[in-house]
């Protein structure tokens, strides 16, 4: 004769005993099982790339598979309770709905953060600026806003709640938030912009020729990139204006800067001799790179001088400005020396006087 106990036979109580024990095993054994599926087999697989990638994903795996396993468990253990009513199907399909959904809201979730975690791991550290590492949080916030934008849609989707009110409230406020924050955004992509054509690094040396300012690039931030100039001031100019504007980079392709200067020689001097002697003279000045040509052109004649252009290498940019000191004070005593004359602009005025007869 079958017993009742509380209202429930035996075999029932069987059926809740053995569901029990199938949701303690999976709560208790799951996370060990899969452990064991991930690290013996699937890393095997993960050992043959270059990156941790993989390993990142498996990571953000872990937590979510083991939900899942669980809400699978729990899922398998009330379905096979036969004495359960039928009007409870509806309501054990719409619970299991939310479960399984926040179980793959959480791996996306965590899917999410970790490829940002990898990417600032292991890509941003090549750079040399921290633009890179302050946009990532920025696109972070982004891309897990749009992922609860999405997942609340979804739920409500499946609940046939009109969400068309809610649509159009968020792409007013979006078009309000982009028309406010407008000079923000402009700067914030152009900061972008900045970091992936790096037209400039941090440490080189920029002019920005609308401007009328150059100096050192000391910080690339995410709205502005700060220059300081040679007399130690610190021009804070938003990525948008220096998008717009024509960048010189002395820095780039490397530190090696080339100078040159106007000189003119008096008419009747002999060219290759003041040719030959400014060549020399450069040469011997402390700072210019020896295994760079040191030229002197004739370019033209001037009103009172022939004009050379004389040009030369140095090792940096950093040194510009004493390295023509040196270089004019070589020159003018080198000059003076070989009794080469540097004439100064003068004019001949010639007065020609008629008597005129009465």
């Known amino acids: 004769m079958n017993q009742v106990f509380w209202g429930l036979s035996g075999q029932q109580w069987i059926e809740i005993g053995t569901s029990i024990l199938i949701l303690l095993g999976v709560l208790f054994l799951g996370r060990w099982i899969i452990n064991l599926i991930l690290e013996k087999l699937l890393l095997r697989i993960t050992k043959r790339t270059k990156n941790n990638l993989d390993n990142q994903i498996l990571n953000a795996a872990r937590l979510p598979l083991y939900f899942l396993a669980v809400v699978f468990a729990l899922d398998i253990a009330l379905r096979r309770l036969t004495f359960l009513p039928w009007d409870w199907n509806t309501w054990l399909k719409e619970g299991f709905f939310i479960f399984y959904f926040l179980v793959g809201f959480i791996f996306s979730w965590r899917l999410v953060t970790h490829f940002f975690r990898w ?41 046939e709640i009109d969400i068309t009110a809610m649509v159009t409230t968020l792409g007013i406020g979006s078009l309000a938030v982009a028309l406010a924050a407008k000079s923000t955004l402009e700067d914030t992509i152009s900061g972008f912009m900045i970091m992936v054509d790096r037209p400039y690094r941090i440490g080189d040396r920029i002019e920005l020729m609308d401007l009328d300012t150059w100096g050192d690039v000391v910080d690339i931030g995410l709205r502005s990139t700060r220059i300081r100039t040679r007399d130690n ?67 033209e004649f001037g009103d009172s001088a022939l004009i050379f252009r004389v040009r030369w290498w140095l090792e940096s940019y950093v040194d ?39």
């Open 233 to 299: 001031r610190m021009v804070i100019v938003p990525n948008s204006v220096i998008g717009k504007s024509l960048v010189v980079n002395y820095a780039y392709p490397n530190d090696q800067y080339r100078l040159q200067i106007h000189i003119g020689v008096a008419y009747g001097t002999e060219i290759e001799k003041a040719r030959q002697v400014m060549i020399d003279t450069v040469q011997k000045v402390e700072g210019v790179l020896s295994d760079r040509p040191v030229e002197a052109l004739f370019l």
């Open 119 to 159: 990417y600032e791991d292991e890509m941003a550290q090549r750079t040399e600026t921290n633009l890179d590492k302050q946009l990532f949080p920025f696109f972070e916030r982004i891309v897990l806003i749009l992922l609860s934008t999405i997942g609340i849609i979804t739920v409500l989707s499946y609940y």
């Open 320 to 358: 510009t400005r004493r390295m023509f000191d040196r270089v004019n004070t070589s020159l003018y005593n080198a000059l003076k020396k070989e009794n080469i004359q540097l004439p100064f602009p003068q004019l001949d005025v010639n007065l020609n006087s008629e008597k005129v007869s009465q």
